[in-house]
């Protein structure tokens, strides 16, 4: 199961990258842009939740730094803007689905034990 978490962390990672940075007619609208920006890092973080399970602390940092950096790039980006409050959304959601993945884990490990 790691080894799928990490390549789907993999893809949504490079997913969120081209549609953080690439031309806003180029970037998908599925929903409200908030919206969207929450499920894709929620995605996200659950992902590397799953698929590094013993780096808690490392997948915070890696969601957060993620955020951070793809918001500052747009900075670079005429077409596009970054906030900083998109950028603690982005990061807050990844945390949240690292708290979910976690949760995920816990209840498998109970399940396992229960056998």
């Known amino acids: 199961m790691t080894s799928i978490s990490r390549l789907a962390a ?4 490079a997913l969120i990258t081209f549609a953080t940075l690439s031309p ?5 609208h599925l929903s409200d842009p908030n919206m969207e ?15 590094f399970p013993s780096r808690v602390t490392q997948t915070v940092l890696f969601v957060c ?10 900075l ?11 950028g603690l959304l982005k990061a807050a959601a990844g945390i949240v689905g690292i708290v979910l993945g976690r ?5 498998a490990t109970r399940a396992a034990e229960r056998r």
């Open 37 to 51: 920006r929450a499920l894709a890092y929620i995605l996200l973080g659950l992902a590397l939740a799953l698929g």
């Open 76 to 86: 670079f980006d005429p077409g596009r803007h970054a906030r900083v409050v998109d």
């Open 103 to 107: 949760f995920v884990i816990a209840l």
């Open 65 to 74: 730094a993620v955020a951070g950096v793809l918001e500052v790039l747009q």
């Open 24 to 28: 806003i007619e180029l970037r998908p």
């Open 10 to 13: 993999s893809v949504l990672l």
